[in-house]
């Protein structure tokens, strides 16, 4: 399922909330891939009140990282991580054997991958590894045999091209269901410059930051260029600044955010990565030192600033290197290197049954063999998820290797066998031809390479939409919502998005106010089902209402049966429970731990209840009155009503009298359906 929300609406909640519920059906390991390393031990330390060990698994480097992964890894086995945060590549490496081992006992439940308009982004371009996840799924779903998880693409932005991508990529099984409530954020002004050069450019920004709200963030695309930045602002005397960039350590990582939130830090200068999901609600003002490649990179970028609901600003300073960079910045391999590539892969391939071949990612085509081997590595991947994602092959996984222990072997020649083994698995991987003539001319040409160009095409406009962003052609809400709307596509639902502008140069030359649009009904993801199960619906005796009457729930007995009587009534279709505080407070405790969702509401409000039928429970006669329009509700409502309640309407006479729907006492309805 592809979960697609405005910040703010929730998204981390949906892996958060199952690995809280820890004797409820959908208890056991959630996996959560995120793109980077603040965005893990940010979730992390939002859940550690709750969830008391380590949940980030990064790094690996240092003597203290190491041991809190052997730590992670160990608790996985023994069923006591309940949820883990981790980059794609060590879902495919460290982490591996320890989540095969989860599948193989039915504890691994549920697969999150987090921001993932970043697997088509990074995953075709330097980072392989948000593509080949899928490899791995595949795998460890044959692992779980009848007992499979559930696979969650959370994001909070996402173009038809992207979800075409994670529908290829983790479509299958399906059904493949689409939630959105796409809406763009009013929050920020934009606002962008030209410079003829670039000491022009850093003689605006510094004026620009001795004149801009802070909190503040400041990205460039490359690693240099944020050290410069940041050096020229410290020696400026913006003292309270920080950096980071994908060489920044864990350490410095931790320091930084913990900085940043507790406003040590005015300002933040920055690669692409950072602020992905990571909470800091009042950034006042992003500032962008470059143009980025596409129009969604700078959204989600922009959407650091204004997440507390108030105003912030956007200011864009380029020059014409920065345009041109940008330009050229999409990487995808050309279809006669990339046809060179599997040929070389294809002659040391090796056949493995049912259809697989393991193919080694490490070799150098003919055209370059003297390439380094990361380089190879590198190219071979993309060449891969290429053709999987115009359906040429499948990619496929297989468990880590293991060794048998040889007595007469020392340790440091078993360490020599087991990196070879380790080194071997990592330089190849499983791969199922889907057409027999996979490295002809004609496949390439007429599957592939329309893929590719495709990808060049989404590129190519998303480009065009951020220089008309740049240049003020339009309002920005429209080039947003020519990017972010996608049609429905089959079965698949679309993606309508609410525009909304803070302001922007074309709007400022036409005198438009600031707007923000009401976003459409949102899609309930819940089956619409009114009915129940055919025991009550014989109480309803054809009719919408039934009530039951009660002499109160003072009693631990009471109470016990009250919660009895809530969790019959899901499991036959009643899952709506409407109850004033004290009576949800009794459930809520005792409901975590029950497989099927209740859902608990204050007020009865038929727009806001799930499409199931409802419980409204009414202690006291005061209540009755509070509840009096649900007397006439439409739907399938069972009413919980006190036994001497009156009439709301005629007080001097008793509802159970004049109610025309079945009614019954509530200990003779529990003993009618033996409870």
């Not at 590719?452 to 962003?469: E, K, P, Q, W």
Request: hydrophobic content about 40%; glycine content about 6%.
């Amino acid at each position: 399922m592809v979960v697609v929300l405005p910040t703010g609406g929730g998204k981390s909640l949906c892996a958060h909330i199952p690995a809280l519920l820890e004797s409820s059906a959908t208890a056991g390991l959630i996996l959560v891939v995120v793109p980077t390393v603040a965005l893990a031990l940010d979730q992390q330390d939002r859940l550690k009140d709750v969830i008391r060990h380590p949940t980030a698994y990064v790094g690996g480097r240092t003597q203290q990282e190491h041991d809190i992964n052997t730590a992670i890894r160990q608790r996985i086995r023994v069923g006591q991580q309940r949820i883990v945060f981790c980059s794609p590549e060590s879902v495919l490496q460290s982490l591996s054997a320890s989540l095969y081992f989860a599948a193989d006992h039915g504890l691994l439940t549920l697969l999150v991958i987090d921001e993932a308009h970043m697997v088509e982004n990074w995953g075709d371009e330097f980072r392989s590894a948000f593509q080949e996840i899928t490899c791995i799924r595949t795998d460890l779903l044959r692992h779980c045999g009848q007992r499979p998880f559930r696979t969650l693409l959370l994001t909070a932005t996402l173009t038809e091209t992207s979800l075409d991508s994670l529908q290829t990529l983790f479509g299958e099984p399906g059904p493949f269901a689409v939630v959105s409530a796409a809406q763009l954020r009013p929050e920020p002004a934009f606002w962008a410059a030209y410079s003829l050069s670039d000491e022009i450019r850093t003689a605006r920004i510094i004026e620009a930051i001795s004149h801009l709200p802070r909190p503040l963030l400041l990205y460039t695309t490359l690693v240099q260029d944020a050290k410069q930045w940041y050096r020229i602002l410290r020696e400026a005397g913006y003292l309270r600044t920080g950096l980071m960039t994908g060489q920044t350590s864990r350490d410095e990582r931790l320091q930084l955010l913990a900085r940043w939130r507790s406003d040590q830090l005015d300002i933040v200068v920055a690669t692409s990565a950072f602020g992905l999901g990571v909470d800091k609600n009042d950034v006042r003002a992003v500032i962008h030192a470059c143009v980025p490649e596409n129009l969604d990179r700078y959204y989600q970028e922009v959407g650091r600033g204004g997440r507390d609901g108030r105003a912030c600003l956007s200011l864009v300073l380029y020059t014409a290197n920065d345009l041109k960079f940008a330009k050229n910045a999409r990487k995808i391999i050309s279809v006669e290197l990339g046809q060179e590539r599997w040929r070389a892969m294809v002659r040391d391939w090796q056949p493995v049954g049912s259809g697989l071949y393991r193919v080694p990612i490490d070799v150098a085509p003919a055209y370059s063999p003297n390439a380094q081997n990361d380089y190879n590595v590198a190219w071979n991947l993309r060449t891969l998820t290429l053709m999987m994602r115009a359906r040429v092959i499948a990619l496929d996984g297989e468990p880590p290797p293991t060794i048998a222990a040889d007595p007469n072997m020392d340790e440091a020649e078993i360490a020599r066998v087991w990196d070879a083994a380790l080194r071997d698995y990592r330089n190849h991987r499983l791969v199922r031809p889907l057409v027999d003539d996979h490295q002809s001319d004609s496949i390439w040409t007429t599957q592939i390479a329309p893929l590719r160009d495709a990808s060049y095409a989404a590129a190519s406009r998303s480009y065009r939409l951020m220089t008309s962003v740049l240049h003020g052609r339009h309002c920005v809400a429209e080039d947003f919502r020519d990017l972010y709307s996608i049609p429905s596509k089959g079965s698949r639902r679309g993606v309508a998005v609410a525009e909304a502008c803070g302001g922007c140069a074309s709007c400022r030359a036409r005198n438009i106010e600031p707007y923000e649009l009401e976003p459409s009904s949102p899609w309930c993801p819940w089956r619409s089902c009114d009915r129940v199960e055919p025991v009550l619906d014989a109480e309803f005796a054809g009719q919408q209402t039934l009530a039951l009457f009660h002499d109160g729930f003072d009693t631990k007995q009471s109470q016990r049966a009250l919660v009895q009587l809530v969790q019959w009534m899901a499991q036959q279709r009643v899952r709506n429970i409407v109850a004033p505080l004290a009576v949800r407070q009794l459930m809520r405790s005792r409901l975590q731990q029950f497989s099927i969702p209740v859902f608990l509401f204050a007020d009865y409000e038929p727009l806001y209840l799930q499409p199931f039928a409802t419980m409204i429970v009414m202690p006291d006669a005061h209540s009755v009155d509070s509840f009096r329009s649900t007397l006439r509700a439409g739907r399938r409502v069972v009413l919980l009503l006190p036994t001497g309640a009156p009439d709301p309407d005629a007080p001097h006479r008793r509802l159970r009298d004049i109610l025309s729907c079945p009614a019954f006492g509530f200990n003779d309805f529990m003993n009618r359906i033996a409870l």
